[in-house]
Every structure is written in C-alpha cells, then in structure tokens.
C-alpha cells in the first residue's frame, strides 16, 4: 500500500499526522517511565485505539458505499481490504458492518469516538440494542452506555439479556413470551456452524443447531462410543477414552461414514476431497505428505487409510489415472479435468482471491475462439470472477504467475 501523496480531507491529515508521531517513538525506550506514568499512558492507549478502530469503521464503511475496489473486480470492499492490508476477510467484514451498525447509533458512535467504550463493548452493546422494539432503543442503547463504565463485553452481554426489564419491567413478561415464540419459529433459520484451522492439525468449531437435531447427533454419537460398539470395532480390552474425546472421535467417524453418494455437487464435482499424494508415497516407499484440495496436509498413513476407506478422490502423481487431454470433443471440462484443474491451481487464480470452494472451470482461451478443453487451457475462478471475466466492463489479463488480474475499462 502506498501512502496518500497529497492528503487533502481532515480524516487523511489526521491519519498522516498519526503515522509521524507514531513513527517519532517507533524506537523509543520506555524503561524510564515510572509505575504511575507506565499505567497512565498504558489506560490512553486504550482509549486511542478505541478511536482509531471507530474512524476505522467508519471509512469502511464509507469505502463500501463507494464500492472501492470494483476497478480491480474486487466483490466487496471488505474483500479488497482484507487483501491490501492482509487481514482476514472475516476481520474487515466486521470492520465494515461495524461502521454500518455506527451510522445507526450515533450515540455509540460518538462514545466509541471519545474512547470511552472499546470495540468488544460496542458490538456487544449494539446486539442487544437492536434486539428491541425501536421506540425503547434509546434508553436500553443510554442504560447499557453508563453501565459500560462499569463492565466489561462478557458482562454486558449478560445484562444485556435481562435489558427489557430494567426499560419496561411491566411490558417484560408479555415481550419474553413473543421472543420465545420468535425463536421457536425461526430455529431452522438460526442454524451456524464454524470451522477454524489453528493451523497445527487441529480444526476447531462451532456450530447451533435446532433441539431435535442436537438430540439425534447426541444419540448417533453415543451408540458410537458405547462399550458394545468398542469392543466389537476395536476387540476386547480396549480402554474407552474419556467422553469428550471419545464423542470427538465418534463425530470423526461419522463425517468419514457418510455416504457420497448422497452429497450434492459443488462446482460440477461431487464434494468430496480430493486427495494428492505421489506414488511412491502411496506405495509406501518414501513418506511423503498428501495435500487435499482445500490446500491442508495430512501424513501419508491418513492418505493411504482415507483412499482405501472414504469416499475421496485421488489424485497420484506420476501415475496416468486420469485422462489429460479430450482435444475439442467436448465443450465442458469432464469430471477429472476438473479434479486435475483444481488440483493444480489450489483456488481461484483471481489476484487477492482465497476462495476454494465451489469453483468453476473456465476456458483461459475461449471456446467459441477455438480454445481446446484442456488440463493446460482450463484455470480455476470462483463464481464472482467468473463472471468478471465474462464482463465487458473488465479487463482480464493473466500474469507471469498465472495469477489472473482485472481492470475496469475506461
């Protein structure tokens, strides 16, 4: 990223000014401060980060209103931002949605501005403000206000639960059950589940499901780990872990047990992995790493288990398991081009694009040109480049890398 070169808004000034002083003590020693002084300065840097992250929000948000970075194709602002400075796209979504929520709380905005609420506080305080009938806002958004003086986000959002009945203690009985009512109702809708890699082999998780549905997933994952069950897939002796990890096992199994063929398909491909892993490793003959189509790793004992046992798709190089090249037979790419394409690309070739999932196949010279449809001809894009490269107003060209980068036409 470059800087501005002629900062003209106040906002700019005020960010360049930031910049010089902060670059002023970038290598200064702050073993002189003293205990009273260390604390002091420390408290203000709290309350200056609070501000930073409200300006923050607030020009993201500007900057989605202005739709910056379509001259690139990108699909969001938050999007381009997450690949300019590096962050996680669901960091600058949050960023961007905050400076949304700001615009519509303006006594947030202004406290968050001031540094007397920190950002965890805020969201924390929005979510429960917003939750309530639009005529009682005001008072629950200046209640919970003062008592952020005095709590921190965890304990807010507790309070915040109990809200109605400090605003409108009389009304709080009949407002309950028409919640309750509404949740019921839209249990389905509530659903979430998120995964994390920590990026040191575990994957981490959340997810809310419906009551019915959390019980079957309880009763599926018991009959799992029953000792009946373990001693007729595992023989007699074996010592039963404890119960989180053993249900934690139960769920792996079950995930690798599902059937396939009853999977949906996700990009023209039935989604199920895809597993890379070279013959020799295969045979048993070197150890060497397979690599799934998500771009993860797993040891070649797990590859070899998983291509004997689940239902993935193997990709063995040296090997001619899967044909290369069908010339100009047929106008779409057959299942295994695709496999091979998105083995090869590991994402869409988008510049600042991550995505990995539900790609398609597009022809890099087109068909209708006399592209063939080839290994080597066809690349990787998700359905929003896709359509970029399709679109007139763009301007697609692939670069040494094989990264493919767009710009608007003038």
């Known amino acids: 990223m470059t800087a501005i070169a002629t900062p003209r808004h106040r906002v700019s000034v005020a960010t360049a000014h930031v910049h010089q002083e902060l670059d002023a003590v970038a290598g200064a020693l702050v073993w002189s401060m003293d205990a009273s002084e260390t604390a002091q300065t420390l408290t203000e840097l709290s309350r200056a980060k609070a501000q930073i992250a409200e300006l923050e929000a607030r020009v993201a948000a500007h900057a989605d209103d202005l739709h910056v970075g379509q001259d690139v194709a990108a699909s969001s602002a938050a999007n381009w931002l997450a690949h300019q400075t590096k962050q996680t796209r669901t960091e600058t979504n949050r960023t961007v949605r905050l400076g949304h929520d700001l615009e519509l709380h303006p006594l947030m905005r202004a406290s968050l501005a001031a540094g007397r609420v920190c950002v965890d506080q805020a969201r924390v305080i929005i979510q429960a403000v917003d939750r309530l009938p639009a005529d009682v806002q005001p008072r629950a958004e200046q209640h919970l206000l003062a008592e952020a003086a005095h709590h921190d986000a965890k304990a807010l959002r507790v309070l915040g639960k109990r809200l109605y009945e400090v605003i409108d203690p009389d009304a709080a009985d009949a407002d309950e059950a028409v919640l309750l009512a509404r949740e019921e109702a839209a249990a389905m809708k509530a659903c979430r589940l998120t995964l994390r890699d920590d990026g040191h082999g575990q994957t981490h998780g959340r997810f809310t499901i419906p009551t019915f549905h959390g019980a079957a997933l309880r009763k599926m994952l018991a009959a799992l780990t029953a000792p009946k069950h373990q001693r007729a897939a595992h023989g007699a002796g074996v010592d039963r872990p404890p119960c989180p990890e053993a249900m934690g096992q139960a769920f792996c199994t079950l995930i690798e047990r599902y059937p396939v063929t009853q999977l949906p398909k996700l990009g023209g491909l039935n989604a199920t992995l895809v597993v890379t892993i070279t013959e ?27 291509l004997c046992e689940a239902g993935v798709i193997p990709v063995v190089l040296g090997g001619d398991s899967m044909p290369i090249d069908v010339g100009r037979e047929r106008r779409f790419h057959p299942k295994y081009h695709r496999v091979a394409i998105l083995t090869r690309d590991q994402g869409c070739r988008a510049e600042g694009c991550d995505r990995r ?33 399709h679109d007139s107003a763009y301007e697609a060209r692939t670069q040494p890398t094989g990264k493919v980068t767009f710009h608007r036409r003038t």
């Open 357 to 389: 999932l539900g790609l398609h196949t597009h022809h890099e010279t087109r068909w209708a040109d006399g592209g063939t449809t080839t290994v080597d001809q066809g690349i990787s894009l998700c359905s929003w480049h896709h359509a970029r490269i």
């Open 280 to 306: 020799d490793s295969l045979m048993g003959r070197v150890q060497q790493a397979g690599v799934l189509d998500t771009g993860d790793r797993i040891s070649p004992g797990m590859a070899r288990r998983l």
